[in-house]
């Protein structure tokens, strides 16, 4: 990745992701917010405490789900056209964490 291309993800990719949700759990009383990446996490804390400590209060609420894949970058596979009833299986889990876990996520 080029320092441009880091620069922008930083400044503008995470940060849109971050408010833009925020506005989706504030409005819509049902919507909940799922997304990989570590280190997408330590770059929010990093350089955007303030948005940070938001998304842990809604993390703390079951709102914000961090999801931690296995293996960084990795995709769960698609469904096969064929296979009956679309059923796949993910190949982390993705089940919501106890309460008392879900501060420690973030």
Same mark, same amino acid.
């Given at each position: +990745?080029?320092?441009?291309?880091?620069?922008? /993800?930083?400044?503008?990719?995470?940060? *849109?992701? +971050?408010? @833009?949700?925020?506005?989706?759990?504030? *409005?819509?009383?049902?919507? @909940? #917010?799922?997304? /990989?990446? %570590?280190?997408?996490?330590? +770059? +929010? *804390?990093?350089?955007?405490?303030?948005d940070y400590a938001k998304?842990?209060q809604y993390v703390a609420?079951?709102?914000? #789900?961090?999801?931690?894949?296995? *293996?960084?970058?990795?995709?769960?596979?698609?469904?096969?056209?064929?296979? %009956?009833?679309?059923?796949?299986?993910?190949? #982390?889990?993705? /089940?919501?964490?106890?309460?008392?876990?879900?501060?420690?996520? @973030?």
């Amino acid at each position: +990745m080029a320092l441009g291309d880091a620069a922008e /993800t930083i400044s503008e990719y995470l940060l *849109k992701t +971050m408010r @833009v949700n925020f506005d989706y759990i504030d *409005k819509y009383p049902h919507y @909940v #917010f799922n997304w /990989t990446g %570590s280190n997408r996490y330590r +770059m +929010m *804390k990093e350089y955007f405490p303030d948005d940070y400590a938001k998304l842990t209060q809604y993390v703390a609420a079951g709102r914000w #789900f961090p999801l931690y894949p296995a *293996k960084a970058g990795r995709r769960p596979p698609l469904c096969h056209p064929e296979r %009956s009833r679309g059923i796949c299986s993910a190949p #982390f889990s993705q /089940t919501k964490p106890p309460a008392s876990e879900r501060a420690a996520l @973030v």
